[in-house]
């Protein structure tokens, strides 16, 4: 069985009969199933509003996060983020907690068919959107009470043999050939120190978690179950993963100085991600998620 396979199943009625019993004011309205990732299942209300639900165990904790931490977030950043408008409380039939938060359009720079030499001002508006969200004001305001990198996304002793695990699996079904620049990366991260700072991330920063618009700007950025406290390599990986030539140089101008380790860190998550979402999307039929994925292991060592 797939690692994402859901635990939980909630189809459109279920989540009709969920939201209805605790939030009569939305009673009659069109519930539509939109997207799916690992953890979680998202459906558009009447038009307005994301009810995001887990299906797995392991998101719980994210999603309590992020019903804690985005109402604290929102104002803070230059793009939109969800912001949960409707909590839902956990129950004898679905006993894990869920929220819904006002619709945000777009779509996912996955799907978006954005060539990189177009993407240089999404990068631009990516850089300011992360020196916000990485900066000591935003830790001020937030980090209380966020765990410290869960996932261990900035610790290459736990990081490089996942992400060569992750790269060993989709070599083996033919999904990517190996690349001696890629195996010269995880090579020269292995033995790193630990990161010195923590800093507030969004812990999960990939092409499916970016919406821009039909012009390819930013949008909104969504899915903030890994939000954390970590370093900001966990989150400076899409400049690796994503863009490449001047759009990457726009993104360093936006957010500023990074220096060698912390890149370092940031191209071998960006490569742990791209195998990751590239099984993934091999799995699910997802044809433009997996053409980005491969480019994205061209990018990470460009």
């Not at 994402?4 to 199933?33: H, K, M, N």
């Not at 940031?266 to 099984?279: D, H, K, N, Y």
Request: proline residues 9%; contains cysteine.
């Amino acid at each position: 069985m797939p690692e994402w396979d859901p635990e939980v199943e909630i189809d459109e009625d279920r989540a009709r009969s969920l939201i209805e019993r605790q939030f009569p004011e939305l009673r009659g309205s069109t519930v539509t199933a939109v997207a799916a990732g690992w953890d979680n299942v998202v459906f558009r209300v009447d038009g307005r509003w994301a009810f995001r639900f887990p299906r797995r165990a392991i998101a719980i904790p994210g999603v309590e996060r992020e019903i804690a931490t985005l109402p604290r977030l929102a104002g803070h950043l230059p793009a939109p983020i969800p912001e949960p408008r409707f909590v839902g409380r956990p129950t004898g039939d679905y006993p894990w907690p869920w929220f819904g938060a006002k619709w945000l359009p777009g779509t996912e720079l996955s799907d978006a068919r954005l060539p990189d030499e177009r993407r240089a001002p999404l990068a631009t508006s990516l850089g300011e959107f992360l020196r916000a969200l990485h900066s000591t004001h935003v830790s001020r305001l937030v980090s209380a009470g966020l765990p410290v990198d869960p996932m261990r996304r900035g610790d290459m002793g736990f990081r490089v043999p996942h992400a060569r695990r992750r790269l060993d699996e989709v070599i083996a079904r033919g999904l990517w050939e190996p690349n001696a620049d890629v195996e010269r990366l995880i090579v020269r991260s292995t033995g790193l120190p630990p990161p010195p700072r923590t800093l507030v991330v969004h812990g999960d920063l990939h092409v499916r978690h970016v919406l821009v618009d039909d012009e390819g700007a930013l949008s909104a950025v969504i899915d903030w179950g890994d939000v954390c406290a970590a370093d900001p390599s966990t989150d400076l990986s899409i400049a690796y993963g994503c863009f490449s030539g001047e759009a990457r140089r726009a993104f360093l101008d936006a957010y500023g100085p990074i220096d060698g380790l912390t890149e370092l860190r940031a191209r071998v998550i960006a490569t742990f991600l791209a195998a990751a979402l590239l099984g993934y999307a091999a799995d699910e039929g997802m044809e433009r998620l997996q053409s980005e994925c491969l480019r994205a292991l061209e990018r990470v060592v460009a």
